[in-house]
């Protein structure tokens, strides 16, 4: 008899959502649009999940495999009409097919090298720790995130710089929200992160989020995003002079901070403030904006698939007529740098916008 999975209890309506859709929303998703197979549309994702959590076929790798074909991009969920939640349905697939053994490889990966990858945050964040304004009494908690901590020191300084300037004083969180592992399958590994760092916050009077992916993780802890936070303060930032040389300067919609915490304007008053105009645009921005291919560890488990996704988004900014094209995500930052085209991310400017001026 083939297996079931406890998937079916918990998740019913929205499998049974998606497993009766006649594939509405398959262009919405950025996966099946670089692969263009059924089997990776969300339709095809969730019938697979649903027909796997009812016994109707064989569990095997590469029926689990398609659960983790998901970048977590909130895409789907926008063209819905009934909201449905994909991302979160196929994240407890994963962790219901790795607890059967059939996990992605990479993606087992990311579980083994998570406590080294904890470390190297540690240690940079130790390194950052020097920074002025950085204080262990601090009432002003920032989770700077392990994407920025060991992959982009420099935003993660900026950041810095900007919340003291706002609010005086910070004191770091040394931690990882366990996002990764969440992603992976890991849901224990996940809740001991997540417990370890939440007890780090515990009474500080402002929980400040650098990434919005740690937000999203952490939104019903109290996190906020820098973004918004700053963005109540908008008489703190100038324009920055040297902006005027390029030609645009466009702002890239994250997922998780447009469609996943719901902002959207706060970037772009910020941004306005350090040209001293509104931003360029895309031509599919807020809800309808392309993903960059760098989340739901899309990165480590199809990589070629996550590069193709990327450049989708790059050649719409070219097509637009190019400039410097400005996020505010550590993963949307790896994934868009590198190809050519000048990225920047939000933290810098917002850093050269809040200097004191000379005059």
């Known amino acids: 008899m083939k297996r079931t999975l406890a998937l079916l209890d918990q998740s019913r309506a929205a499998l049974e959502t998606c497993g009766y859709c006649p594939k509405l929303c398959r262009a919405a998703c950025p996966v099946s649009e670089a692969e263009p197979r059924d089997s990776l549309t ?25 659960a983790w074909a998901c970048t977590g991009c909130f895409s789907c969920r926008e063209h819905c009409d009934h909201r449905n939640e994909v991302a979160h349905t196929l994240g407890a697939a994963r962790a219901e097919f790795r607890a059967l053994g059939l996990a992605p490889a990479a993606s087992e990966a990311v579980i083994a090298g998570f406590e080294a990858k904890r470390r190297a945050t540690s240690d940079s964040l130790a390194e950052l720790a020097r920074e002025p304004g950085v204080s262990p009494t601090a009432d002003t908690a920032l989770l ?19 919340t003291t300037r706002l609010f005086g004083t910070v004191r770091l969180v040394d931690g990882c929200c366990g996002l990764p592992l969440l992603l992976a399958g890991d849901r224990a590994g996940f809740g001991q992160s997540l417990a370890r760092l939440t007890e780090q916050i515990r009474g500080a009077p402002r929980f400040v989020a650098l990434d919005p992916g740690c937000a999203l993780v952490l939104a019903e802890h109290g996190a906020k995003t820098l973004v918004e936070l700053a963005a109540t303060r908008l008489d703190a930032f100038h324009p920055v002079p040297r902006l ?46 392309l993903c960059s291919g760098g989340g739901g560890l899309l990165p ?44 920047a991310d939000l933290v810098t400017l917002l850093d050269e916008a809040s200097r004191p001026s000379d005059g």
């Open 244 to 289: 005027a040389a390029y030609a645009a300067v466009r702002w890239q919609d994250p997922c998780k901070l447009g469609r996943g915490l719901g902002i959207y304007d706060a970037p772009r008053q910020l941004l306005s403030r350090a040209l001293g105009r509104p931003p360029d645009e895309l031509a599919r921005v807020r809800g309808e904006a």
């Open 144 to 162: 700077v995130g392990c994407g920025y901590a060991t992959d982009h020191p420099s935003e993660a300084r900026a950041a810095i710089a900007v």
């Open 42 to 66: 969300p339709w095809g994702k969730m019938s697979l999940a649903w027909f796997a959590a009812r016994g109707d076929v064989e569990v095997d790798r590469d029926v689990a495999a398609t």
């Open 300 to 343: 480590q488990t199809m990589p070629e698939v996550a590069g193709r996704i990327a450049q989708r988004r790059l050649d719409e900014h070219r097509d637009c007529g190019g400039g410097l094209l400005v996020t505010g995500c550590a993963s949307s930052l790896t994934s868009l740098r590198g190809r050519g085209v000048e990225v």
